[in-house]
DNA sequence: TATGAATGAGGGTTCATTCAT
DNA sequence: TATGAATGAACCCTCATTCAT
């Protein structure tokens, strides 16, 4: 007697794969069940709709996130060291839930006005605080550039840190680690050499 | 008196509008002829299909893009230069088509495999190809940094352009021009203070 | 400046190739327009509708179909002599209105229940007449076998006839004349040798 | 409990009624769901299109056809016998087939030259060189006569069969034997008083 | 738990037809 | 006379969802 939630588990990963790889309108819930080899009609008995499927996925990642997050943002490091950690926080958590992050990105916007999906639009509004406040504590203690329009520097370190999760493969030759040093020494030094 | 040619871009803009805003799976003919002010089928008089139409938008951004982009190859400009030159070319891109960008951005990937589509995956190819040899030079020329692992270096200058065209509102405070600037900046330089 | 009643024969003639070879049905305005070199609402200079455009080939070729079989008729020959010359005369028939036979042939019995197209059943009706008296009298002259069911028979000495139309060409090998004088010898003496 | 090829040979035999009453293109797949007492959408559950089912109907007719014909052609009677066991063969077909002898006669031309329906093509080959090399069997035996040309003899057995397809009612008075029986007469013997 | 069959809403597309120019 | 553009109804088909078994 397999236990529901088990079950409930390995279908989701299944939907997150086929979600993230097709798209969430583009997949049918026929091809979640082929690839659960199930018919479609019995994922009901799992799940009441679609959507709900995807409110699990994208729900269960950004728990997980923030439960990092929070750990790096309690800890209350110095500016540079709270990005550093939140930057290689973020590279772990695509290795560990990158069918989530994907369809996160792809379809967040069109989802985050939704009412079931508030959680998303309440999740980026504490990502936005907790990236801006540290980029102006590193300002002010001048461990960055004061020349930077901030919200510009924002999102260039917001995006260049997520996007990675559309072509990441987990298993792959860079630990997410070291990815998470390489695109630090680049966000933070630059790729051009110094003179 | 409009012209054919004339209405189609009309209708082209709208299409392209409505699929950034709501993608392209999610966006039905109907919504695109309501805010044409016309009906459904009508959209047929001056156009194949829904799918010609995205091709057609697609096609039109990068036959512009690579215009822009032949006119700064050919000048053979050092490296550095050169990758100047292209972000800057890039923002004036994401300016001018803005929805094509944020549609490409979205769909091309699941498009490319598509025979109808090829030319996206070519496109890509280019692309890199331009790109790459770009670093290589740089990094020959002792102008990039040797220690960093080339393909990453490139995905992350070629992400943290593109993905702008997510939030990016033309008329808004800042001229692409001024937003390639801090963009450079950041990649060149880092965000980081200098030691 | 063009007579009108010329082009209208025109348009219906191509029409007519038209409905003949692809089914009335499966047969667009637009293909007809394009066939006659000009746009689908223009069409709608000359005739009322599709339909009436069907409608008047049908009754065209009707009318001239009983002139010849009235002449017939009116001659009252014997039943052998009638017969014969309602066959040659059929087969001039295809050979003059090709297309418009084609169409009657596949169109009619899904036509003739409509009103507008009452005449198809009017037609019908007096063709019965007129060949099942004819084969009548043959049968009570001793021209005609008297074993065979005689519904039957019409029907075989009209299926005959006019199926030829699906496979006939103007300007063949065989002459009208030709083809109705070998159908006359198939239907009157048989295909098997005499013993 | 109804099994499923069941079901199919249920829905294809309605179908195939309303295909050949109403002609395929002006049989909307509504027309064919009402008959069948359900929803337009619920009979893609069972097939795949409206024109895999006119595929399916026409196969099983000629597969079945084609078993019949087979059986006879192995036998290899003479000419005249082989002529006639076609012949009834076929009236016994359009007893079991009638709806899709209809389809066949009216829809087969259009449909032939698609790649889907190549079958139509073949078997209308394989048909006319068994026809064609029966006559000329019987000729060379004396059995037919030589004077009559052989492809407008084919064309006159042929067509004079298969039409009947279009007036004949399963369950008439006269038993499909009765009826290939008289054609027989008819077609061997003519209608024509001996003299 | 899962299946098989159906529902019903809607989506892309076609097409006869209209009408101002 | 003919064009160009649009209408609106209908059509084939898809798909999330339901439910008896």
Known sequence: MTASPERRRELLGTAAEVFAEQGYNATTVRKIADHAGML???LYYHFDSKESMLEEILRTFLDEL?????TV???ELGPRE???????????????????VAIYQKESKQLAPQERFAFLAESQRRFEKAWLSTLERGVAAEAFRADLDIRLTYRFVRDTV???ASWYRPGGQHSPEEIARQYLSMVLDGIAVRP
Chains 1, 2, 3, 4 share one sequence.
């Open 162 to 164: 997520w996007v990675a």
């Open 66 to 70: 923030w439960d990092g997050y929070d």
């Open 73 to 75: 943002l309690d800890a």
């Open 40 to 42: 479609a009609g019995s």
């Open 82 to 100: 709270t990005l550093e950690a939140l930057v290689t926080e973020s590279f772990r958590e695509i290795d560990r839930h990158r069918a989530a």
